[in-house]
Nanobody, 127 residues
Framework: QVQLVESGGGLAQPGGSLRLSCAAS????????MSWVRQAPGKGLEWVAG????????YYADSVKGRFTISRDNTKDTLYLQMNSLKPEDTALYYC????????????????????WGQGTQVTVSS
């Protein structure tokens, strides 16, 4: 069955860095675009970044552009999110999500765009 398992979250100071990973299994990883989506306490889902199936195209929310980098290693079936210059407002539960339609990058947090989600990894930015 399809599994997405995030890791790498934790506590970071403002200005610090964290690297999230999402290990995928149960599907042809290199055939699908992937996204990172986050949910801050008491708020709705926010799309963070998306990456094309082969990693050639990447897209970012304005709130993270220039600070976060999404990447993937299709030989390891793993998705990454490098987060630099972290701010307290980046505090959230971060999910990786598999785009439902093959070959399409999605810049949306709408659940209907995705067919599988990980369990999430908590990122807390605080001094």
């Amino acid at each position: 069955q399809v599994q997405l398992v995030e890791s790498g979250g934790g506590l970071a100071q403002p200005g610090g860095s964290l690297r999230l990973s999402c290990a995928a299994s149960g599907f042809f990883f290199s055939a699908y675009a992937m996204s990172w989506v986050r949910q801050a306490p008491g708020k709705g889902l926010e799309w963070v970044a998306g990456i094309y199936k082969d990693g050639t195209d990447t897209y970012y929310a304005d709130s993270v552009k220039g600070r976060f980098t999404i990447s993937r290693d299709n030989t390891k079936d793993t998705l990454y999110l490098q987060m630099n210059s972290l701010k307290p407002e980046d505090t959230a539960l971060y999910y990786c999500a598999k785009v439902k339609s093959q070959g399409v990058v999605v810049a949306s947090s709408a659940p209907y765009e995705y067919d599988y989600w990980g369990q999430g990894t908590q990122v807390t930015v605080s001094s």
